[in-house]
């Protein structure tokens, strides 16, 4: 299959990825009844997911559904790098996360049940986990499998990952941004996996997703401006949150649930929401 210019792809990847990041940025922690959520009332919970976030995910893709779902997609996935060395520890941003160069990657995913409509979508992924990176490193490829359940009429929509409701744990949280209709109970099955043809392109065939997730393939010049906006994110909120969120799961801030319940206040005070439970 022919691929077009590595720099036309780049650019449409690079417009896509700041799009999707662009809007989940602008998302905040709403106030809410419970005392963990309203300590981090107004703070950029994007920033946080940054900080914690193993690989962070670039997708645009279109369901098409009628009884039976299809959907198609492709993007690429950043990894994040060790800490400490190359060109952010030069200008004393030792501190702050380091990506890898992309590795671009295709969606298939097919899915059966009550389902009718057709959307597009783009998705920011922030995998907190390292599932995702080591199956693209080692096989080629990361299967997903799960529940669809939505009633969605565009704009933008918080989700556990690629769909609702995924099996495996995968520590996924997304935010899509969708265009069109799309009524879907239905149970999916696919995969995300390395597009070779894109890879090959923008770094030879030599190349193996594993080195380009490593850091061993240099960053595009095209995808600087993410990389800057990612760390512009995460310096930002250190100056600006007054809680620091130490030992929380992302669940806990996206499904309500979360193993310790637990943030440390900057006196040092901890909120545990037991304990407020049991008053």
């Avoid at 809410?32 to 994007?46: F, I, N, R, V, Y």
Wanted: hydrophobic share 45%; aromatic share 4%; glycine share 10%.
């Amino acid at each position: 299959m022919a691929v077009a210019d590595p720099r036309s792809f780049l650019h449409d990847a690079r417009e896509m990825a700041l799009g999707a990041w662009r809007r989940t940025a602008a998302l905040e922690v709403e106030a809410a009844s419970d005392e963990l959520s309203a300590a981090l009332a107004g703070t950029p919970l994007p920033a946080r997911w940054v900080n914690a976030a193993d690989a962070i995910l670039f997708i645009t893709a279109t369901r098409t559904a009628a009884l039976l779902g299809w959907t198609r997609g492709q993007g690429f996935v950043i990894a994040r790098l060790p800490a400490g060395g190359g060109p952010q520890a030069d200008r004393g941003q030792a501190d702050m996360p380091r990506w890898s160069a992309p590795c671009f990657i295709s969606l298939r995913l097919l899915s059966l049940g009550l389902c009718l409509g057709r959307q597009r979508v783009e998705s920011c992924t922030f995998c907190m986990l390292p599932h995702l990176r080591l199956a693209l490193g080692a096989d080629g490829c990361s299967s997903i499998a799960g529940l669809e359940a939505c009633l969605n009429l565009g704009g933008l929509q918080e989700r556990a990952g690629v769909i609702a409701l995924p099996t495996g744990g995968m520590g996924t949280v997304a935010i899509n941004h969708t265009c069109g209709v799309l009524l879907e109970l239905s149970v999916a099955r696919g995969k995300l996996g390395v597009d070779a043809a894109r890879n090959a392109v923008q770094y030879g065939t030599g190349t193996t997703p594993r080195e380009v997730l490593d850091g061993t393939a240099p960053q595009p010049r095209e995808l600087q401006q993410l990389y800057a906006e990612l760390s512009g994110a995460v310096a930002g909120v250190e100056h600006v949150s007054s809680p620091s969120r130490v030992s929380a799961s992302l669940e806990r801030f996206t499904a309500g649930f979360d193993p310790e319940r637990r943030i440390v206040m900057p006196d040092g005070r901890v909120l545990e929401e037991e304990s407020r439970e049991t008053k």
